[in-house]
């Protein structure tokens, strides 16, 4: 019994008695020492975690404020002075004359207490509802508008800085008179940048001075709103700036005696003047007013009952017809206007405010000639002289090696300044013009398609519908060639084609191609249009492409200097620049130069550029006598695509014009010596 006894003991022992390094019972201990050790780690984790993230936003606060620091350090101290302007811009021709200096008589000044209430409320309820309370630095606003930033930058992985809507009515006062001050360490202008690093800079620059103005009293509310409205433009004519030019502009009365929604109207319009204009789209401008008087509503400014009834006058109603006559006609003025707008674009600074010497590419000679046109002063020029038919006209020249504007029409009676230029902002479907761009060019690169390229010129439903297309004279011609395509301008072989090149390369990098070669109008243009209507296809209308591009038809909008600047890239080898007027801007209070940023761009190879430009000398030599083509002269080597977008049977009965004639007459001709 002992014997047995001590065997379990030492049976005992051995399992719980020292290891062989002496150290204990591993197997008793070593599960509790096992989950001790988890929850110390995991604790430790999160410490260290936290840890981290304490300092590197303690790192990032310090950064960021030691950023804040240098960017003010190096921004010069400003006075009411400041925000005088004595000079004023001037424009040159390519050869360095002056052709158009915009001096301060575009600006009418109106006082605060002569500027209706309607207005203010108006204007501090769409762009700045907290106004006459803040420093001129609204926290609030400014953090909602930096959410949105924090989307776009992680959408487009670029550093964005817009802050769209994020802006004060003192910060867009800064931005507009003091964002040129030179920078004391470089030498150069500082340009109002909306992205990256300089972005961050010029919205730091715009926030600290908008709250100088307030805490040191340079302007008080009323100064500020007063500048304001008399320094932005409102998109009315003769290149003028402020409230009270705009107020004569488009009600014909002074801006103390505006209406309700009158006052609306204007404070909607200067977010994008070219878009709401009711004289180019009565449909947004009575969007974005009513997008207004939902905002006074919203903060309290009007009743429901004001509300109500506001949305119940008809907009049209309200503004006074434009008529220039010829005395209001002045030299270059569709040229220069283009300029102004170019230049804008450019520099993201107002040439009215901002003083500048802007070298052009016009070539004086040649837009004298283009006003006569334009004015009707050749005879056989003015389309009137046919039947007195109402159809206007625009035209934009290209120097082709450069993508240079050397000339341009803006429309017959192009009376007055800034008016709609039918070159820059007239959106005309191109009918077949677009041919050689849209289908046969891309069929070259990447297809292989030759000249002699046949194809079966027979019946064709398009896709996903019972509707037949025809050609021009409802007939089928069986067999054709490309050449003999392209020179009669047949559309089911243009149709084909772009099917086949879609097949191929897939719709996405289609729609890259026609991009790339400068038609962007059209989805500009829907995107607009998305956007006033709510649409969920807002930024999408690039998709909008499809076969009937290849007609020119569809929503294929476009403007002349596209179809100028897609023309050019063909004659260059299938090289594009972005058709430009302008060469170079000297910005006078800084002596910075900024130079045209467009460069040539491969976008086609050289060969399929060849067969493309042979194909558009096809429509003039099988053509001659004929047609459009009679008016070429033949001293020249000439290079053409003609197109005709024509009425349907709606618009027949809509407008009462004949069902099938012909609503837009494109003509793109290249002359060469």
């Known amino acids: 019994m002992d014997n047995e006894r001590t065997k379990e003991l030492n049976i005992l022992e051995l399992k719980t008695g020292p290891d062989q390094n002496g150290k204990g019972d591993n197997m008793s201990k070593k599960k509790p020492k096992t989950n001790k050790k988890k929850r ?28 804040i620091v240098s960017t003010i350090a190096q921004t010069p101290p400003i006075s009411a ?13 390519a050869s360095g004359n002056v052709i158009y200096d915009l001096g301060e008589k575009l600006i009418e000044t109106v006082e605060y207490e002569d500027i209706s209430q309607s207005l203010i409320d108006a204007f501090v309820s769409i762009e700045d509802s907290r106004f006459f309370e803040h420093n001129g630095f609204d926290l609030p606003r400014f953090t909602s508008a930096m959410l949105k930033n924090v989307m776009v ?15 004060t009515i003192d910060m867009q006062l800064v931005r507009n008179a003091l964002l040129t001050e030179e920078n004391v360490e470089t030498g150069e202008v500082e340009l109002p940048a909306s992205s990256g690093l300089d972005g961050i800079r010029r919205k ?32 009315s004519g003769n290149n003028t700036l402020g409230v009270e030019k705009a107020a004569m502009y488009y009600f014909d009365k002074s801006v103390s005696d505006l209406t309700l ?7 909607g319009v200067v977010n994008a003047p070219n878009l709401y204009s009711p004289y180019k789209s009565l449909t947004l401008a009575t969007e974005r007013t009513h997008t207004v008087l939902y905002y006074m509503n919203y903060h309290g400014y009007i009743d429901d009952y004001e509300y109500e009834q506001a949305l119940k006058i008809p907009l049209e109603n309200l503004f006074v017809q434009q008529s220039l006559t010829s005395e209001d006609a002045m030299p270059n003025q569709a040229h220069i206007d283009v ?39 050749i005879a056989n020029l003015d389309i009137r002289q046919v039947g007195n038919s109402p159809i206007q006209i625009a035209a934009t020249v290209v120097e082709n090696s450069t993508g240079e504007i050397i000339g341009i029409v803006g429309g017959y009676d192009y009376y007055g300044q800034r008016v709609f230029n039918r070159s820059y902002h007239g959106l005309y479907q191109p009918g077949s013009t677009a041919k050689p761009f849209i289908s046969y060019a891309p069929a070259f690169e990447f297809l292989g398609y030759a000249t002699s390229h046949t194809f079966l010129d027979g019946p064709y439903v398009w896709q996903g519908t019972n509707i ?5 004279d409802n007939r089928y011609r069986g067999q054709v060639t490309l050449r003999e395509a392209i020179s009669q301008s047949y559309n089911i072989p243009a149709v084909l084609t772009y099917d086949a090149v879609n097949d191929k390369i897939g719709h996405s990098r289609y729609v890259d191609y026609v991009e790339s070669i400068g038609f962007v109008s059209y989805a500009n243009n829907l995107n607009a249009w998305f956007e006033a209507i709510d649409d969920s296809r807002q930024g999408n209308g ?37 058709p430009h007027t302008i060469r170079e801007v000297t910005i006078v209070n800084t002596g910075q130069v900024i130079e045209s940023p467009y460069k040539a761009t491969p976008v086609l190879s050289e060969a399929a550029a060849y067969l493309t430009a042979k194909t558009m000398r096809d429509v003039v030599d099988d053509n001659r006598g004929i047609d459009a083509t009679r008016y070429v002269s033949k001293s020249y080597t000439t290079y053409a695509k003609t197109g005709t977008s024509n009425w349907s049977s709606d618009d027949s009965a809509t407008y009462g014009v004949p069902s099938g004639s012909a609503k837009i007459d494109f003509y793109s001709p290249v002359l060469t010596k």
């Open 81 to 93: 002075d400041d925000f005088i302007q004595n000079d004023s811009t001037i424009v040159l021709d």
């Open 261 to 267: 929604v009158e006052s609306a109207f204007l404070a």
């Open 542 to 578: 690039r998709d909008a492409l499809s076969a009937q591009f290849a007609i020119g038809g569809s929503d294929f909008y476009t403007i002349t200097k596209e179809l100028a600047g897609a023309t050019a890239m063909i004659m260059n080898g299938g090289d594009y620049v972005t």
């Open 40 to 67: 110390v780690t995991g604790a430790k984790v999160f410490a260290s975690f936290i840890s981290f993230a304490a300092v590197a936003f303690i790192a990032g606060v310090v950064v960021v404020s030691l950023f």
């Open 153 to 167: 930058t992680l959408q487009t992985m670029n550093l964005s800085f817009d802050g769209g809507g994020a802006s």
């Open 468 to 472: 037949q297309l025809n050609n021009w």
């Open 204 to 235: 730091i620059k715009e926030i600290y001075y908008a709250t100088l103005l307030n805490n040191e009293c340079i302007f008080d509310k009323k100064a500020i709103f007063q500048k304001y409205v008399n320094e932005i433009w409102f998109g």
């Open 339 to 377: 300029v102004l707008d170019e230049v804008e674009a450019l520099t993201g600074l107002n040439p009215a405010t901002t003083p500048m010497i802007i070298q052009t590419a016009m070539n004086t000679e040649l837009q004298s000639q283009l006003d006569l046109v334009q004015n009707r002063e």
